[in-house]
């Protein structure tokens, strides 16, 4: 049974840090792309960030300088580290394991940055 199980979210004030979570089990880890997404209120999920399996990286333009997002395999978990956080990053975050054709989701955690 593959699980994607995040922490980390809360309430944090505008230009704030939060790092996130993302333990996996049921999955050979180290083979999956994994990916942080995020769903705000009456808007669709988008990608924040993703890192292969080699390490390669890529970001959504408005995280760009703010957001890292890393893996450590032996503990078969991705973080991603939130810093100067603002208002519109308020939203549900989700991580997303992909290995083609297999993809899974977790439950998500919530994230707000208050004003």
């Known amino acids: 049974q593959v699980q994607l199980v995040e922490s980390g979210g809360g309430l944090v004030q505008a230009g704030g840090s939060l790092r996130l979570s993302c333990a996996a089990s049921?999955?050979?880890?180290?083979?999956?792309?994994m990916a942080w997404y995020r769903q705000a209120p009456g808007k669709q999920r988008e990608m924040v960030a993703r890192?292969?399996?080699?390490?390669?990286?890529n970001y959504a333009d408005s995280v760009k300088g703010r957001f890292s997002i890393s893996r450590d395999n032996a503990k078969n978990t991705v973080y991603l580290q939130m810093n100067s956080l603002k208002p519109e990053d308020t939203a549900v975050y989700y991580c997303?394991?992909?290995?083609?054709?297999?993809?899974?989701w977790g439950q998500g955690t919530q994230v707000t940055v208050s004003s």
């Open positions: 997303n394991a992909v290995l083609t054709p297999r993809a899974y």
């Open positions: 049921g999955i050979i880890f180290s083979a999956y792309s």
């Open positions: 890192i292969f399996s080699g390490g390669l990286t």
